[in-house]
């Protein structure tokens, strides 16, 4: 199941020395995961994130991502108006990349975009972000239970 990955590799990510690193590779092999088989993307995605069942397990997803994104703050390398449920979406984002349908794209388009994305994320010429992140409370709990 795509959380239980997400938690592992979340986990797996603090354990890196660099809080650059663990951010960089938290995206980078979520959305590598995700483009590699839409079908089970998909399904996962729409599990994941509808399910009440499932509000322990996001939440447990979000503490980590939380974790990864406040420790690289405090090192200075991801600008302070990044949340941890930012990365989720982030990783969405570009994964759906591989998703386009036209003949020819390279099956690692994505990694264009994530570094972008990962440009995007350094603090040095950062502007305000609007809106704001999403609500964690609406992604852990979306039944509002």
Known sequence: MMLEEAAAVATSCLEEEDPWRGVERFLFEMAERASRDHGISDANKEQCM??????????????????????????????????GQDLMFLMGAVASVSEVPFPGLRDDLWKRYLGIVLDGLRPDGASKLRPAAPPRKLIENPEGE
């Open 50 to 83: 509808a399910s009440p069942a499932l509000v322990g397990e996001r939440g447990r997803v979000l503490d980590l991502t939380a974790q990864l994104v406040k420790r690289a703050q405090r090192a200075g390398v991801l600008r302070d108006d990044i949340a």
